[in-house]
């Protein structure tokens, strides 16, 4: 089968490799029918995750019709129509009995790496190098699913697959986010990242009863949907002086009562503790940037609500400790917990409350991968999210059953 491939930082191929198959009883072979390219993906391709090696299959947000399933997948049949979570859960261990699926205790099989790094691993992951599993991921023509009994989501025949793609990680994620926030009616939400997850968080926080909302971001298109989509009032950071300063003003110097980091690891920004990151990181003294992290905690106002669903990946510098502890703060974050809101949030989907193909830019084939990483890391052509659909250019490949996907991992 064809498979997006990564070369090493920069540089992915989509390359003929083995195909995946059943490997344990609760697996599943999908057929992908449609996926994405996740801001977190570009954390890979950039180079900036350790333990991701020559060959990996990325991708972590994709659906498709399963074709074949393991002796105790008893919940799925062949054909059906399903999307798949981008963190891999066992539904058993203590964690998945409490809802917490990805932080699940069984389905990374190289814990060990993890445990080095965090004290303690999370959830396996789909695409998302060795240290989270190995598992190869769904941009692909096919993919193993391991425990295909508690993670595919069935979706009704007939929907199309953009109206339900991003049940696999970003909506679900941009919800979770709103939640970790503790929104109460009224409340002035602000939203670094107007990129997907940014997107959906704003959707949500009006969901939950925001007042308003304030979208933080430099790229025109973003920041034009979250104003005409999102209804969010917006500041372009390369237009103020100070993200801070023009926050503050904006909320009568109180601060909003709920900030929402979707940028993460590779934050952007021209202040001086923005440059110290970017020096620190180039030379691997930091692993991550965490500007937003701090802008965000020097400005939510007393009392307030941090929710961080941007990815770090180790160490930051500069934490402005003394302001969480003085001012009070709560900062919520985690991997999203996927199967508790995947199927919630479809009832939303097919309720009509939310259109999630909105964001999308970009409809492109799989062996197009190459070129559509570029164009979405240098958000070119106003790409906000990338969609492929393989053999959409006519070359679609027949599923033989045999074969092991490259960098699948025994769960
Ligand atoms: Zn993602
Ligand atoms: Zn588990």
């Known amino acids: ?7 090493g930082p920069v540089d992915i191929k989509v390359e003929d490799v083995p195909d995946p198959k059943i490997l344990n009883p609760r697996d599943a072979v999908v057929r992908i029918t449609a996926t994405a390219i996740c801001g977190s993906d570009l954390h890979l391709y950039n180079g900036f995750i350790p ?3 020559k060959g990996d299959i990325l991708g972590h947000e994709f659906m498709g019709e399963v074709m074949e399933v393991g002796r105790e997948v008893k919940n799925l049949r062949v054909g059906q129509k399903v999307v798949v979570p981008f963190c891999i859960a066992c539904g ?9 699926y990805s932080l699940c205790d069984n389905s990374n099989p190289n814990a060990w790496m993890a445990e080095k790094l965090f004290g303690h691993s999370p959830a396996g992951l789909f695409g998302y ?3 989270t599993g190995g598992y190869a991921g769904g941009q692909a023509e096919y993919v193993r699913v391991p425990f295909a009994d508690v993670g595919p989501l069935p979706v009704p025949d007939g929907i199309e697959d953009e109206k339900v793609l991003f049940l696999s990680d970003i909506f679900p994620t941009g919800w979770m986010a709103a939640e970790n926030a503790e929104i109460q009616p009224g409340d002035t939400v602000a939203v670094w990242g107007c990129g997907p997850v940014g997107q959906f968080a704003i959707q949500s926080a009006w969901m939950m009863g925001a007042g308003r909302v304030i979208a933080i971001d430099r790229f025109p298109e973003r920041l034009l949907l ?3 989509w999102g209804r969010a009032e917006i500041i372009d950071y390369e237009e103020v002086d100070s993200v801070i300063d023009t926050l503050r003003d904006m909320t009568g110097g109180r601060g909003p009562d709920r900030c929402i980091d979707a940028v993460g690891m590779e934050a952007h920004g021209h202040t001086l503790d923005a440059l110290y990151d ?3 990181q180039a030379v691997r003294m930091e692993t991550d940037r965490p500007h937003v992290l701090r802008e965000a905690i020097m400005v939510c106002r007393k009392g307030g609500t941090l929710s961080v669903p941007g990815v770090y990946g180790g160490f930051i510098d500069k934490f402005p400790m003394g302001a ?7 900062i919520k974050t985690g991997q999203t917990h996927m199967q508790r809101y ?7 989907v097919l309720n009509g409350e939310i259109d999630l193909s909105k964001i999308i830019t970009h409809r492109l084939d799989l062996d197009d991968a190459p070129g559509a990483y570029a164009t979405f890391k240098k958000k070119e052509d106003h790409c906000i999210k990338v969609v492929m659909k393989p053999g959409s250019n006519g070359h679609a490949h027949r599923h033989n059953g045999s074969g092991n996907g490259r960098g699948d991992a025994h769960a």
């Open 1 to 7: 089968m064809k498979a997006v491939c990564w070369n």
């Open 51 to 53: 333990t991701l090696q």
């Open 92 to 100: 058993r261990c203590w964690y998945c009995q409490n809802e917490l």
């Open 129 to 131: 190098s060795h240290m």
């Open 226 to 228: 979250a104003q005409s």
């Open 278 to 280: 970017k020096a620190k």
């Open 324 to 330: 969480v502890m003085n001012k009070g703060l709560t």
């Open 342 to 348: 995947m199927r919630p949030l479809l009832e939303k």
